[in-house]
């Protein structure tokens, strides 16, 4: 019998592979809890989503500084990842629903000023000095689906504090980053997720520059689709590293008749809203950086030296060492949007000041995406071993499974009914049969 292709060892706690929902203010916990019960959407999917959700809201306005010349918007992307049919899209509507409509509400105002500014420009000289002046609308649309990266780069700049782009599928986002020339797209992403000046000077769309991009990314993706874009390039430049992944083990849930009282559903819309009308007043006027307090400075500089101690593990692999280098600039980043999460709403504006506490539930935030990586690796590690037994000429299905489950007797089952084209009942039978 031939042996298995090599198979990392890639440690998970279980702890690390819940998503963290105390880290959010009681309120925002619990209506996802209900969200989860009346509707049956993911806990972790929405967890997530309302990190990219508070860093859309947050922007540009405010930045943490780090340290002297170490200064940081909350950029985020992440990826969505479930099979299809497990509610990815509407777990992520669920959660950002309130700023779906006022983007909505945006659009369809800069319409009506656009409609207005056409018609009086088709006016002749005569007829504008007897009618006023309609200036040419800018557009303060922030949330974006489908859209070129000319006319983002267009928007970003009519909107600088951010624009979140929301795929229902992020395959295409992938599958784009090379689109127009060899490397293009990818070094604008890149340059864009560190914070540096972005432009675009093609052809096809004017000259545009973006001084301080954010931009943050969320959409969903199946996990078959993910594994392609984990290339040797892509892992070489660090634009997987920087990818935040959410994989829980999400089953369909049943029906639910209760149903959340609409003045619950309400209060959390108001919220939403007032966080985002609470930035927009305040970022016409300034961009504000925030600092850590002596105490949240001491824990972020142990966080700090616990993670270079791991990525200097001999013992450590790449994949998890590159990945821990993205994590020391996310940690900073969750900790800023947790501390105005917890702060956001005292009148002295003590949100510019980050907690220790706000660094330590950084670092759990942290430690479960870094979880969940390690899980898609596994998995994709796995994956392939298991297509290697299939491939395997003069063995019967059940022979196949018998290695398989010699392989590991916690094996995913429903990958191994997939690779092998059979029931999951039938697999189910065979590894009773064989734990005998």
Same mark, same amino acid.
């Given at each position: ?16 592979? %819940?998503?963290?929902?105390d ?36 922007? *540009? ?14 950029i ?6 479930g099979?299809?049919g497990?509610? #990815? ?12 409509e ?5 659009? #369809? =105002? ?17 007829? +504008?000095k ?10 303060? %649309?922030f ?10 780069v267009?928007?970003?700049?009519d909107?600088?504090? &951010?624009?979140?782009?929301? #795929? ?6 992938y599958?784009? $980053? ?20 972005v432009? /675009?000077?093609? +052809? ?9 991009? /954010?931009?943050s990314?969320?959409?969903?993706? %199946?996990?078959?689709i ?7 390039? *892509? $892992?070489?430049?660090?634009f ?21 009282e ?46 270079t ?6 013992? %450590? ?5 590159? $990945? ?10 969750? &900790? ?10 005292? =009148? ?5 000041v ?16 870094i979880a $969940? !990586? ?5 998995e ?11 491939n395997?000429?003069?063995m ?13 007797? +916690?094996?995913?089952? !429903? ?19 064989f734990?005998?």
């Amino acid at each position: 019998m031939r042996e298995l292709p090599y198979r990392e060892r890639i440690d998970i706690a279980a702890d690390d592979l %819940q998503f963290p929902l105390d880290i959010l203010p009681t309120f925002f916990a619990d209506y996802i809890k209900a969200c989860h019960h009346t509707l049956g959407n993911s806990i972790d999917y929405m967890g997530v989503t309302f990190v990219w959700m508070t860093s859309v809201i947050l922007g *540009n306005y405010l930045k943490i500084k780090v340290k002297e010349g170490w200064v940081d918007a909350p950029i985020v992307w992440i990826s969505i990842v479930g099979r299809a049919g497990v509610g #990815k899209t509407p777990s992520i509507v669920s959660v950002i629903k309130p700023l779906l409509e006022l983007n909505a509400n945006r659009i #369809k =105002e800069y319409k009506v000023k656009y409609q207005a500014f056409k018609e009086y420009e088709r006016l002749d000289k005569q007829e +504008k000095k007897g009618a006023d002046k309609v200036a040419e609308p800018i557009r303060d %649309q922030f949330i974006v689906n489908d859209i070129t990266l000319e006319s983002l780069v267009e928007l970003h700049e009519d909107n600088p504090n &951010a624009v979140g782009v929301f #795929k229902d599928e992020l395959a295409g986002w992938y599958k784009d $980053m090379n689109k127009y020339r060899a490397g293009s797209d990818m070094e604008f992403w890149l340059s864009s997720w560190s914070g540096r000046g972005v432009s /675009m000077n093609r +052809k096809s769309a004017k000259s545009s520059f973006v001084e301080e991009p /954010m931009i943050s990314v969320i959409g969903g993706i %199946q996990p078959g689709i993910l594994e392609q874009f984990y290339t040797d390039d *892509n $892992m070489e430049n660090g634009f997987v590293d920087r990818m935040l992944i959410c994989y829980p083990d999400v089953d369909v849930e049943n029906y639910c008749e209760d149903e959340m009282e609409y003045e619950y559903t309400k209060l959390y819309k108001d919220m939403i809203r007032d966080m985002h009308y609470f930035v927009q007043l305040r970022v016409i006027e300034r961009n504000e950086v925030a600092v850590f307090d002596v105490d949240a400075k001491k824990e972020w500089a142990k966080i700090f030296d616990e993670l270079t101690a791991m990525q200097n593990d001999e013992g %450590q692999n790449e994949y998890v060492r590159n $990945m821990l280098a993205k994590q020391k600039t996310y940690i900073p980043r969750f &900790a800023l949007m947790i501390n105005f999460l917890d702060y956001c709403n005292e =009148e002295v504006e003590s949100y510019k000041v980050v907690r220790m506490e706000a660094v330590q539930k950084a670092y759990r935030l942290s430690k479960y995406f870094i979880a $969940m !990586s390690k899980k898609v690796r596994m998995e994709s590690q796995e994956k392939n071993i298991l297509k290697e037994i299939a491939n395997r000429k003069g063995m019967t299905a059940k022979d196949k499974m018998r290695e398989m489950y010699k392989m590991d007797a +916690k094996v995913n089952k !429903s990958e191994c009914a997939k690779i092998l084209k059979v029931s999951r009942q039938t697999i189910n039978n065979w590894i009773k049969e064989f734990s005998k």
